[in-house]
């Protein structure tokens, strides 16, 4: 089993809608969590950086943090065709194995105009 | 203004050659990454490294081996490369300060025929 699992989709949607995008993780020790995105052929980008659990709302994106479930979330809200990439979870610890980030396999986006 | 800057962009080459790809950041950082990206979108770290330490991951073969001439700079050299080196190759790096915002370059696409 992977230390983090993440749907790889592909999801597509229609253009305003809600997106929500999840993952789940095993290690107990990761303690930071973000979401990068990464357009085609392009780097991934840092999108959102969380420590805590609960919400963090930036713009249109919030990111989400249940540490008890070992769950996060990325809420897409009026959703844009320029939203369309490739969304990775992250995250990492502080010391042992979870010092190194660990990443998601990547949800794919598609929002169509 | 490029922050993390890799080259080539692209290359190609045979079975059982060596290869470099370079890596410059200017953003003044004190870590630098390698990561491999498989053709399923699946980062993984290959590498991190900064004036104090390497830390090298343990699946990764002792053929690929990084080099750092500076704080700046994090070059990746492989040795006889084999089919499954073919991936896209990411730099990145990030402050020492615990936090691990890791900013990524645009890659390097490797094909080995």
């Known amino acids: 089993q992977k230390e983090v699992e993440q749907d790889p989709g592909p999801l597509s949607v229609p253009e305003g809608a809600i997106v929500s995008l999840n993952c789940t993780y095993s290690?107990?020790?990761?303690?930071?969590f973000m979401w990068y995105r990464q357009y085609s052929r392009k780097g991934p980008e840092l999108l959102m950086y969380?420590?805590?659990?609960g919400n963090k709302e930036d713009g249109r994106f919030t990111a989400q943090v249940d540490k008890s479930s070992k769950y996060i979330s990325l809420f897409i809200r009026d959703s844009q065709p320029s939203d369309s990439a490739t969304y990775l979870c992250?995250?990492?610890?502080?010391?042992?194995?979870?010092?190194?980030?660990?990443f998601g396999s990547g949800t794919q986006l598609t929002v169509l105009p | 203004d490029t922050a993390v800057s890799q080259t080539p962009k692209y290359l190609v080459t045979q079975m059982g050659n060596d290869k470099s790809i370079k890596c410059e950041q200017n953003?003044?950082?004190?870590?630098m990454y390698w990561y491999k990206q498989d053709s399923k979108k699946f980062l993984k770290i290959m590498f991190s490294?900064?004036?104090?330490?390497?830390?090298i991951n343990e699946t990764v073969p002792n053929r690929f081996s990084p080099k750092s001439p500076d704080k700046a700079h994090l070059n990746l050299h492989i040795n006889s490369l084999e089919l499954g080196d073919s991936a896209v190759y990411f730099c990145?790096?990030?402050?020492?300060?615990?936090?691990?915002?890791?900013?990524f370059g645009p890659g390097t696409r490797l094909t080995v025929l």
């Open positions: 953003l003044g950082h004190d870590t």
């Open positions: 992250a995250m990492k610890g502080s010391s042992g194995s979870a010092r190194q980030l660990t």
């Open positions: 969380t420590y805590s659990s």
């Open positions: 290690n107990s020790a990761f303690q930071y």
């Open positions: 990145a790096s990030s402050r020492d300060d615990g936090r691990d915002e890791q900013f």
């Open positions: 490294y900064n004036n104090k330490e390497l830390i």
